[in-house]
Nanobody, 121 residues
Framework: QVQLVESGGGLVQTGGSLRLSCAAS????????MGWYRQAPGKQRELVAT???????NYVDSVKGRFTISRDNAKNTVYLDMNSLEPEDTAVYYC???????????????WGQGTQVTVSS
C-alpha cells in the first residue's frame, strides 16, 4: 500500500505565501516524478509543477516566478512554496507521485487526498 499525505493548505490574503508538503509512504521501491496539480470549482484539474528524481522542474506559465517545487528524496517528500498568491490560485491542490512499488515491475501514478488553498482579495 502506498499513501500520499498532504499538508499546508489554508486561507491567505492576496500577496501572501503558503507552503504545501506531501509525504509518500508505504511499500515504495522508487519514485520518479512528483508534482502538484490543482482544481478550481467548475474547472478541470491542471498541472501546477513537477519535479523529477534528478531535480528537473516544470511549471505552468501562470505560476512561474511565484511558486517553487522541491523534494527531499530521503524523505519521499515534495514541497510547493507559493508566494505572491492571487485569488486565481484558489483551488484544491493535489499531490501526485509516479512510482514503482515494491514487488512491482511497472510505474503507477498515485494521488493525495487534496488540500484546499483559498486566497482572499
Amino acid at each position: 500500500q502506498v499513501q500520499l499525505v498532504e499538508s499546508g493548505g489554508g486561507l491567505v490574503q492576496t500577496g501572501g505565501s503558503l507552503r504545501l508538503s506531501c509525504a509518500a509512504s508505504g511499500s515504495i521501491f522508487s519514485i520518479n516524478t512528483m508534482g502538484w496539480y490543482r482544481q478550481a470549482p467548475g474547472k478541470q484539474r491542471e498541472l501546477v509543477a513537477t519535479i523529477t528524481s534528478g531535480g528537473s522542474t516544470n511549471y505552468v506559465d501562470s505560476v512561474k516566478g511565484r511558486f517553487t517545487i522541491s523534494r527531499d528524496n530521503a524523505k519521499n517528500t515534495v514541497y510547493l512554496d507559493m508566494n505572491s498568491l492571487e485569488p486565481e490560485d484558489t483551488a484544491v491542490y493535489y499531490c501526485n507521485a509516479v512510482l514503482r512499488a515494491q514487488r512491482s515491475s511497472y510505474l503507477t501514478s498515485y494521488w493525495g487526498q487534496g488540500t484546499q488553498v483559498t486566497v482572499s482579495s
